[in-house]
């Protein structure tokens, strides 16, 4: 048995791949270039014609597949779940079947030997991954070689509520402590909590279900899938906007990006340069 | 200055120096080393030996206190608020009463005149300032001018946390409306304050008294002057982080240093450094 699947056994890790699994039948085409147009608008690129992208824990394979639209020159995908990685090689199937130029293969952002055979990249994405890892720190510091001279990195990191996410990280762990008939216990409480405010407000404002429905234009997601992704997702860690921004300063990566979450629940983004010569 | 003791007469403007001079009332040695450290930890800085300061919006006059005592070659402090200005002159009279290299005066960030013959300083200080002069994108750019090539803007502003930020707002307003008004928001948010901070700390199964004796830690202030200081603090706005990266971005100035306040109520602190050129 792999230690991937030893750590699902005991309730130590989320099968993301399953949750983007299930997201494939509800993928279209309008969230597709939902994905296409917020990746464009986060790199500050119009189109990604001969440069490299590396999508790091790729998930769904959304952001590749967007990458490969853009013109990448090559597109290299990897996730630590089997799951996830079917998941990315079903959109590839479905969308670039004969395309030479994108690779995608089961790896560890914590296992140096791999990611030293990968080689540099111009782009290097890693959105909602890293805290998932189980060694945050340490998978930042792993793919600052990943990043080319005056090459970019693109992250986002859950942002530090304090007492607001120790809780959290408490009802997640929980989460996947429980057998999965029992899963709901946890999973309906935090779906009112997370959606109960806002169904309420469309309701009073006289458009029931709106936001929810809505969802999808931003980033192409599902709402529900995200749901599910967000309460289940562990191991978790969290960081403040300066605590991310202090680390890179260091490794010579310049900020040229930032978007906080406004403090609530989410991931804080930043686009940085690899300023080392 | 006429139109200071109109704004306040009409409850348009809190009298921040009213609350700042009760603070020199509980002013120690303490206090002081700790708004030093918090100086040289932002500015990244042992001693500002050789540097120019400027204090926009001094206040109590801690911080250019804080700067002569670290040696700065020049200290120029103004503040809009009379009182505010009498407050830094006492703190000046205690503890360098013959200094000329520290000057105090009246003056508006708003008004283009003065700040042009100020000239340009090494440092830029403006700690939680800006956002109450009623026009903060406006004075965001003025000071930018004033600093030198390769100096450093620090700055301090209010979250923006959405909809709690406009309930906020409103809660300051009717505080600048007049006594009875005043009494009432402060016999309403002061046990707020108190019982949240209980709460927090019953949970976490701390010593609740402990907050209070370490607030001073923090830049040296005293609690209840802060609160006063939040719930009458108006003129109010507030930005994101990421809308004053932007803003600095475009005028040429890199980010050094920050600090969030984990998206919740209270101050994000940015340094800046201006490029060459």
Same mark, same amino acid.
């Given at each position: 048995?792999?230690?991937?699947?030893?750590?699902?056994?005991?309730?130590?890790?989320?099968?993301?791949?399953?949750?983007?699994?299930?997201?494939?039948?509800?993928?279209?085409?309008?969230?597709?270039?939902?994905?296409?147009?917020?990746?464009?608008?986060?790199?500050?690129?119009?189109?990604?014609?001969?440069?490299?992208?590396?999508?790091?824990?790729?998930?769904?394979?959304?952001?590749?597949?967007?990458?490969?639209?853009?013109?990448?020159?090559?597109?290299?995908?990897?996730?630590?779940?089997?799951?996830?990685?079917?998941?990315?090689?079903?959109?590839?199937?479905?969308?670039?079947?004969?395309?030479?130029?994108?690779?995608?293969?089961?790896?560890?952002?914590?296992?140096?030997?791999?990611?030293?055979?990968?080689?540099?990249?111009?782009?290097?994405?890693?959105?909602?991954?890293?805290?998932?890892?189980?060694?945050?720190?340490?998978?930042?510091?792993?793919?600052?070689?990943?990043?080319?001279?005056?090459?970019?990195?693109?992250?986002?990191?859950?942002?530090?509520?304090?007492?607001?996410?120790?809780?959290?990280?408490?009802?997640?762990?929980?989460?996947?402590?429980?057998?999965?008939?029992?899963?709901?216990?946890?999973?309906?409480?935090?779906?009112?909590?997370?959606?109960?405010?806002?169904?309420?407000?469309?309701?009073?404002?006289?458009?029931?279900?709106?936001?929810?429905?809505?969802?999808?234009?931003?980033?192409?997601?599902?709402?529900?899938?995200?749901?599910?992704?967000?309460?289940?997702?562990?191991?978790?860690?969290?960081?403040?906007?300066?605590?991310?921004?202090?680390?890179?300063?260091?490794?010579?990566?310049?900020?040229?990006?930032?978007?906080?979450?406004?403090?609530?629940?989410?991931?804080?983004?930043?686009?940085?340069?690899?300023?080392?010569? | 200055?006429?139109?200071?003791?109109?704004?306040?007469?009409?409850?348009?403007?809190?009298?921040?120096?009213?609350?700042?001079?009760?603070?020199?009332?509980?002013?120690?040695?303490?206090?002081?080393?700790?708004?030093?450290?918090?100086?040289?930890?932002?500015?990244?800085?042992?001693?500002?030996? /050789? @540097? &120019?300061?400027?204090?926009?919006?001094?206040? *109590?006059?801690?911080?250019?206190?804080?700067?002569? !005592? %670290?040696?700065?070659?020049?200290?120029?402090?103004?503040?809009?608020?009379?009182?505010?200005?009498?407050?830094?002159?006492?703190?000046?009279?205690?503890?360098?009463?013959?200094?000329?290299?520290?000057?105090?005066?009246?003056?508006?960030?708003?008004?283009?005149?003065?700040?042009?013959?100020?000239?340009?300083?090494?440092?830029?200080?403006?700690?939680?300032?800006?956002?109450?002069?009623?026009?903060?994108?406006?004075?965001?750019?003025?000071?930018?001018?004033?600093?030198?090539?390769?100096?450093?803007?620090?700055?301090?502003?209010?979250?923006?946390?959405? /909809? @709690? &930020?406009?309930?906020?707002?409103?809660?300051? *307003?009717?505080?600048?409306?007049?006594?009875?008004? !005043? %009494?009432?928001?402060?016999?309403?948010?002061?046990?707020?304050?108190?019982?949240?901070?209980?709460?927090?700390?019953?949970?976490?199964?701390?010593?609740?008294?402990?907050?209070?004796?370490?607030?001073?830690?923090?830049?040296?202030?005293?609690?209840?002057?802060?609160?006063?200081?939040?719930?009458?603090?108006?003129?109010?706005?507030?930005?994101?982080?990421?809308?004053?990266?932007?803003?600095?971005?475009?005028?040429?100035?890199?980010?050094?240093?920050?600090?969030?306040?984990?998206?919740?109520?209270?101050?994000?602190?940015?340094?800046?450094?201006?490029?060459?050129?």
């Amino acid at each position: 048995m792999t230690t991937h699947a030893l750590e699902i056994q005991r309730g130590q890790r989320f099968e993301f791949g399953k949750n983007w699994q299930r997201f494939l039948s509800v993928l279209n085409d309008q969230r597709i270039a939902e994905a296409e147009k917020s990746l464009r608008a986060m790199l500050e690129t119009e189109s990604l014609s001969g440069k490299s992208f590396l999508d790091i824990g790729s998930g769904s394979g959304l952001f590749s597949l967007a990458a490969m639209r853009l013109g990448a020159a090559r597109v290299h995908s990897f996730d630590y779940d089997l799951g996830c990685v079917e998941c990315t090689r079903e959109l590839k199937r479905r969308y670039f079947p004969d395309a030479g130029n994108w690779s995608i293969e089961r790896g560890s952002v914590l296992e140096p030997p791999y990611l030293a055979g990968l080689g540099q990249f111009d782009f290097v994405y890693c959105w909602g991954v890293l805290h998932y890892c189980g060694n945050m720190w340490q998978g930042m510091e792993n793919i600052v070689p990943l990043v080319a001279c005056k090459g970019k990195l693109f992250i986002a990191i859950f942002n530090d509520q304090g007492l607001v996410s120790e809780l959290w990280l408490k009802i997640k762990s929980t989460y996947n402590r429980l057998p999965n008939g029992l899963k709901f216990l946890v999973l309906w409480p935090a779906f009112v909590r997370l959606w109960g405010p806002t169904m309420i407000r469309d309701l009073v404002l006289g458009r029931p279900f709106r936001t929810w429905r809505t969802y999808g234009e931003r980033r192409g997601m599902s709402a529900w899938h995200d749901v599910v992704g967000w309460v289940g997702g562990y191991p978790c860690e969290v960081a403040k906007p300066e605590e991310i921004l202090g680390f890179y300063k260091k490794r010579s990566f310049n900020l040229l990006k930032l978007k906080t979450c406004g403090g609530g629940h989410g991931c804080n983004e930043f686009l940085l340069m690899n300023c080392a010569e | 200055m006429v139109s200071y003791a109109k704004e306040v007469e009409q409850g348009q403007r809190f009298e921040f120096g009213k609350n700042w001079q009760r603070f020199l009332g509980v002013l120690n040695e303490d206090r002081i080393v700790e708004a030093e450290k918090s100086l040289r930890t932002m500015l990244e800085a042992e001693s500002l030996s /050789g @540097k &120019s300061f400027l204090d926009v919006g001094s206040g *109590s006059g801690l911080f250019s206190l804080a700067a002569m !005592r %670290l040696g700065a070659a020049r200290v120029h402090s103004f503040d809009y608020d009379p009182q505010s200005v009498a407050c830094t002159k006492e703190l000046k009279r205690r503890y360098f009463p013959d200094a000329h290299h520290w000057t105090i005066e009246e003056g508006s960030v708003l008004d283009p005149a003065y700040l042009a013959a100020l000239g340009q300083f090494d440092i830029v200080y403006s700690w939680g300032v800006l956002h109450h002069t009623g026009k903060m994108w406006q004075a965001l750019e003025n000071v930018a001018l004033l600093v030198n090539s390769r100096g450093r803007l620090y700055i301090a502003l209010y979250n923006d946390q959405g /909809g @709690k &930020s406009l309930r906020w707002r409103t809660v300051k *307003s009717l505080y600048n409306r007049g006594k009875p008004w !005043r %009494l009432l928001v402060i016999s309403i948010f002061v046990p707020y304050f108190v019982l949240g901070g209980l709460a927090v700390d019953i949970v976490r199964w701390k010593n609740p008294l402990r907050r209070y004796r370490d607030y001073k830690k923090s830049r040296g202030m005293s609690v209840v002057h802060d609160w006063v200081d939040w719930l009458g603090g108006y003129p109010f706005e507030f930005a994101k982080p990421e809308q004053i990266f932007d803003f600095y971005r475009k005028r040429s100035f890199s980010l050094v240093k920050l600090k969030t306040c984990g998206g919740g109520l209270g101050n994000n602190e940015f340094v800046f450094q201006k490029c060459a050129g």
